[in-house]
């Protein structure tokens, strides 16, 4: 009894607070709120979230996510249907989700083989070669891909009676899936395996002298964030009912590190928070100024934010409550930053 | 644990500057083009044909005031169904225009069908398949597109400049399909042919054409070229420099002002070159010049002349505006009957007579024109003839014209 007490007791109560809010979120909300606004900023929550496990721990910004997750994205309607006679296996919805999903997480690792025994600005530039790459081969591409067009018509399933492309379904689809992933993230992140994953990403030549494979442990992350985005590529696939070239370009891709960086590597929060501010930006920045120059707004906005703070929204959001916590007692305690600062350093 | 329970009040913050007010009597309309990356020129444009119908109309129609609310798109349908989403069910428009490009445009038509009570109008997309192939019944396009733009120039080709193999450069995506098939169908049943070794489709945004250049056959008698902007001017820049003297034939957006106004010796060699579109600059009819006008008075920074993105959201606007007069304004029974007048609307645009087919699909006038020098040394696109009531099907049975099969790379087969 007392051991899984323990667990939920340390959950700070204010992720309580959270989990209750984003519960109840839809009955108030309107469904485009619900939709286009709740879902899509979880999905892409969830393909930034697979960018912040690779670098947020592992020390490897990789470019080629949505890349990832585009091959889960495009493998069902290559393995499921469309509605463009183009292949369309027609495989059951219980084989052609996780297979889309394991698909997706093989091509991570395979990213992870190729690049992981580069560092820095020379992972960057391998996985940014995948992403675009990838790109043009399904745009050029017409026996597999459809090349420009893409796949449309690709339906959400329907079980337990529920459509799951209506709004609120979709958004608790969403929730669960997210939930599911960031948990998993904190667990892991405490797990032997984490801590050594970044061990390596704080001194990888110490790890191997003290007898750790470091490129296993990098490509295992691979494989994992793989997971990760390529449940997103399904989840988005879904919630467009289509993918074409456009959905993996390269302005995606750059839009996913974006989010990264500005909601904080730190936390498995911050892509969350990221793609929240990002989507409402990208939807209501038209409104806010004349729409030739809308475009500023939302990079200014970034900007801002990773001037005054390079830990992103986190950041900004530890220095407010740190603030508030030196008012109330002059007993502040640094938190233990100092090898993630290092990572920051790399990201600068 | 860091982020606490604050978080909420930041994200109730940030929804609450999402709401958006609104007025009862007013009709919400929503414009939606390419305002960022590549096409952003021409998305600017397209707004502007937006608001000149608008201005026209003095932001009312049917007794009630029109309130436009825009957006952005990036040229991919995803980008395209996340805007017209955020108009409908977040600003609430009653009806939509645009989008701008091919491939959104089938994107929006099936979105439409999930909106049955929202009228949608084209921007000035010109994908086939929006209206050709399972069609929606609440979207309409009041603008003719890539195929139809192409009526005439295959025969002209053919019988007036005597051509009678082509090669054919073009980028590689749905609308240079679409105006290679407009132009090769009518040239091929004269009996001309375009061999499938001797077509090129190139990414958009090509830089380098040499390999293109070598691979042109010497045995054919034109080069048909569809592409747009940059991609044109570098084609033809370079196939000038390697020495090519083939005469070319241009699409609807190959030989236009934007092409034709660069600098450099591209100039020369393309005098003579014939093209086809919906619009054509020089036109002398009084409505066209007119427009034009007009373009120039409410857009002193605009382009030189409006371009047929202007022209195309300008028209689409102007209808939705004229049926909404005859409707008196009035969309409560969720845009039925404003619907039922919109398919039945005929009207004078700048460019001639404009109807809808069954399938919503405009049949309006088309240009066949040809570069020539201008007085003042400039170049020019001479109108040589107006074909009027170009319709979807060019001209044969729609059954018929549905077994020529989808537009591609291959289509016609025409060896």
């Given at each position: 009894m007392s051991e899984p007490r323990s667990y939920l007791a340390a959950i700070h109560p204010g992720w309580w607070v959270l989990l209750a809010f984003l519960l109840i979120y839809p009955w108030f909300a309107s469904d485009f709120f619900t939709y286009q606004i709740g879902g899509y900023t979880l999905i892409l929550g969830l393909i930034a979230l697979s960018l912040m496990v690779l670098a947020g721990y592992g020390g490897m910004i990789s470019l080629a996510q949505i890349t990832?997750?585009?091959?889960?994205?495009?493998?069902?309607?290559?393995?499921?249907?469309?509605?463009?006679?183009?292949?369309?296996?027609?495989?059951?919805?219980?084989?052609?989700?996780?297979?889309?999903?394991?698909?997706?997480?093989?091509?991570?690792?395979?990213?992870?083989?190729?690049?992981?025994?580069?560092?820095?600005?020379?992972?960057?530039?391998?996985?940014?070669?995948?992403?675009?790459?990838?790109?043009?081969?399904?745009?050029?591409?017409y026996a597999l891909f459809n090349g420009f067009q893409g796949f449309s018509g690709i339906d959400a399933p329907t079980f337990w009676g529920i459509y799951w492309r209506d709004p609120t379904p979709f958004y608790y689809l969403c929730l669960a899936v997210a939930a599911f992933f960031f948990t998993a993230t904190?667990?892991?992140?405490?797990?032997?395996?984490?801590?050594?994953?970044?061990?390596?990403?704080?001194?990888?030549?110490?790890?191997?002298?003290?007898?750790?494979?470091?490129?296993?442990?990098?490509?295992?992350?691979?494989?994992?964030?793989?997971?990760?985005?390529?449940?997103?590529?399904?989840?988005?696939?879904?919630?467009?009912?289509?993918?074409?070239?456009?959905?993996?370009?390269?302005?995606?891709?750059?839009?996913?590190?974006?989010?990264?960086?500005?909601?904080?590597?730190?936390?498995p929060i911050g892509p969350?928070?990221?793609?929240?501010?990002?989507?409402?930006?990208?939807?209501?920045?038209?409104?806010?100024?004349?729409?030739?120059?809308?475009?500023?707004?939302i990079g200014m906005a970034f900007l801002l934010v990773v001037f005054f703070s390079p830990d992103g929204l986190i950041g900004l959001w530890q220095k407010a409550t740190a603030k508030m916590r030196r008012r109330d007692t002059l007993d502040v305690k640094p938190t233990a930053k100092s090898t993630k600062e290092e990572t920051q350093a790399d990201l600068a | 644990m860091f982020v606490k329970s604050k978080l909420l009040a930041t994200s109730v913050l940030a929804l609450s500057l999402a709401t958006t007010s609104a007025w009862a009597e007013d009709i919400k309309m929503g414009a939606i083009a390419v305002l960022e990356g590549a096409f952003a020129v021409l998305g600017e444009d397209s707004m502007r044909g937006v608001e000149l119908a608008l201005q026209e109309f003095n932001y009312t129609a049917g007794g009630k005031t029109i309130e436009l609310i825009t957006q952005s798109s990036d040229a991919s349908p995803d980008s395209a169904v996340r805007g017209a989403r955020k108009l409908v069910e977040q600003d609430g428009v009653q009806i939509l225009v645009g989008p701008l490009s091919g491939s959104e445009g089938?994107?929006?038509?099936?979105?439409?069908?999930?909106?049955?009570?929202?009228?949608?109008?084209?921007?000035?997309?010109?994908?086939?398949?929006?209206?050709?192939?399972?069609?929606?019944?609440?979207?309409?396009?009041?603008?003719?597109?890539?195929?139809?733009?192409?009526?005439?120039?295959?025969?002209?080709?053919?019988?007036?400049?005597?051509?009678r193999t082509v090669a054919v450069v073009a980028e590689d995506y749905s609308f240079p399909y679409t105006q290679v098939f407009g132009f090769l169908e009518p040239f091929c049943r004269a009996g001309g042919s375009a061999p499938q070794d001797a077509r090129f489709f190139v990414p958009i945004g090509n830089k380098d054409y040499s390999s293109v250049i070598a691979a042109l056959p010497d045995d054919?008698?034109?080069?048909?070229?569809?592409?747009?902007?940059?991609?044109?001017?570098?084609?033809?820049?370079?196939?000038?420099q390697a020495g090519g003297d083939l005469p070319l034939i241009g699409g609807s957006i190959t030989m236009d002002q934007t092409v034709l106004g660069s600098k450099g010796r591209t100039r020369d060699f393309v005098i003579g070159t014939p093209s086809a579109g919906p619009i054509s600059d020089t036109w002398d009819d009084p409505r066209w010049q007119e427009f034009v006008a007009k373009y120039q008075e409410a857009f002193p920074d605009g382009f030189p002349s409006p371009s047929l993105f202007a022209h195309g959201y300008y028209i689409n606007t102007k209808a939705v505006l004229l049926?909404?007069?005859?409707?008196?304004?009035?969309?409560?029974?969720?845009?039925?009957?404003?619907?039922?007048?919109l398919a039945n609307l005929e009207f004078e645009t700048p460019?001639?007579?404009?109807?809808?087919?069954?399938?919503?699909?405009?049949?309006?006038?088309?240009?066949?024109?040809?570069?020539?020098?201008?007085?003042?040394?400039?170049?020019?696109?001479?109108?040589?003839?107006?074909?009027?009531?170009?319709?979807?099907?060019?001209?044969?049975?729609?059954?018929?014209?549905?077994?020529?099969?989808?537009?591609?790379?291959e289509n016609p087969v025409c060896e």
């Open positions: 990832v997750a585009g091959v889960a994205a495009y493998a069902l309607p290559i393995f499921g249907e469309n509605a463009n006679d183009v292949l369309g296996l027609g495989w059951p919805e219980w084989v052609l989700y996780p297979f889309a999903i394991l698909l997706a997480a093989t091509f991570s690792t395979l990213v992870g083989l190729i690049s992981v025994r580069t560092e820095g600005i020379y992972t960057l530039m391998i996985t940014l070669a995948i992403a675009v790459s990838f790109f043009f081969f399904v745009r050029q591409n904190v667990y892991g992140s405490r797990s032997t395996f984490g801590l050594t994953l970044q061990a390596i990403r704080d001194n990888p030549r110490r790890m191997a002298a003290l007898g750790y494979s470091v490129t296993a442990h990098r490509v295992y992350a691979f494989f994992l964030s793989g997971l990760i985005a390529g449940t997103a590529g399904v989840l988005l696939v879904l919630f467009n009912g289509r993918v074409s070239p456009g959905t993996i370009g390269v302005d995606i891709a750059v839009d996913i590190l974006v989010i990264a960086v500005v909601g904080g590597l730190r936390h969350f928070l990221g793609a929240l501010a990002f989507v409402l930006l990208e939807n209501f920045a038209i409104d806010l100024i004349d729409r030739e120059r809308f475009n500023t707004v | 089938i994107a929006i038509k099936d979105y439409s069908k999930t909106q049955p009570n929202v009228t949608f109008v084209n921007g000035v997309s010109g994908a086939q398949d929006t209206t050709l192939r399972e069609p929606s019944e609440n979207f309409f396009r009041f603008n003719t597109e890539g195929a139809q733009w192409m009526a005439g120039l295959g025969e002209y080709a053919y019988n007036e400049k005597g051509y054919v008698d034109a080069i048909y070229v569809a592409l747009g902007g940059a991609d044109a001017v570098n084609f033809l820049s370079q196939y000038d049926a909404l007069e005859e409707v008196g304004g009035d969309l409560s029974d969720g845009g039925a009957n404003f619907r039922e007048v460019t001639g007579m404009v109807k809808l087919d069954e399938r919503r699909q405009a049949i309006g006038s088309i240009f066949l024109t040809e570069v020539v020098e201008g007085p003042d040394g400039n170049l020019l696109n001479k109108t040589i003839k107006v074909t009027e009531n170009v319709n979807q099907t060019l001209g044969v049975d729609y059954e018929k014209f549905l077994e020529y099969g989808a537009v591609s790379r």
